[in-house]
């Protein structure tokens, strides 16, 4: 079935530790994006990829960074995670920025220790 | 005015009843409002959505009645089972812009 896949599942890191999360997608879709959501919250966008344009929320720490190096895979990459970056980290996918639907993938629980 | 206003935050229904959960906006350029279950641990799943052309949009249980003159939106959830237990997100769009989410509701349904 084609699906948006983030591995892996769980993830605990250290304080300033730097941490890689993962987005494949077998949909074919143009555009990736990246949501973090917090517990009892609505996801909130950090940024995300027209094919390779990068389009970062301006409200976006610079502590987060993201590689999309083909179609299929994206990388969020937090360079010093602190206690407040604990979240859901969410990969989303749309055939098009004007395609209105957006799929996504089950998402990633960051710890922070 | 890029806000969308969701409510109730928590809503507890009889299974069998009727769920409703309401939105509402200011940014009358948005043209597109999906509604998104998201189960605990998962990521939001895409439900039903809108075009402000339509009045109302039903897919088995679920339908969303929308006035466009109110500026107001909501999910009904009819014949409300225990399996519709989530948070629902209303959301809100215009054209390639970003999707403007709701706060969110935990609906449970006690069997």
């Known amino acids: 079935d084609a699906m948006v896949i983030q591995n892996p599942r769980y993830q605990v890191t250290q304080f300033g530790k730097p941490v890689t999360l993962s987005c494949s997608q077998t949909?074919?879709?143009?555009?990736m994006y990246w949501y973090q959501q917090k517990s009892s919250q609505a996801p909130k966008l950090l940024f995300h990829?027209?094919?390779?344009?990068?389009?970062n929320e301006a409200d976006t720490p610079d502590n987060f960074q993201s590689r999309r190096p083909n179609t299929s895979f994206c990388f969020l990459d937090i360079r010093s995670p602190g206690l407040g970056d604990a979240a859901m980290y969410l990969c989303?996918?749309?055939?098009?920025?004007?395609?209105?639907?957006?799929?996504f993938g089950p998402g990633t629980r960051l710890t922070v220790t | 005015q890029q806000q969308v206003k969701q409510s109730p935050q928590s809503l507890i229904v009889q299974k069998g009843g009727i769920s409703i959960i309401n939105c509402a906006y200011e940014?009358?350029?948005?043209?597109?409002f999906p509604w998104y279950q998201q189960f605990p641990g998962k990521g939001p799943a895409l439900l039903i959505a809108?075009?402000?052309?339509?009045s109302e949009k039903k897919e088995g249980r679920f339908t969303i009645s929308f006035n466009k003159s109110a500026k107001q939106f909501s999910l009904h959830i009819m014949d409300s089972q225990p399996g519709d237990s989530a948070t629902y997100f209303c959301?809100?769009?215009?054209?390639?812009?970003?999707?403007?989410f709701g706060q969110g509701t935990r609906l449970t349904i006690n069997p």
């Open positions: 990829y027209y094919d390779k344009d990068f389009n």
């Open positions: 989303a996918t749309s055939l098009g920025q004007t395609s209105y639907e957006q799929y």
């Open positions: 809108i075009r402000p052309d339509v």
């Open positions: 949909l074919n879709h143009n555009v």
């Open positions: 959301a809100a769009r215009r054209g390639a812009q970003k999707l403007v």
């Open positions: 940014n009358t350029a948005f043209d597109y």
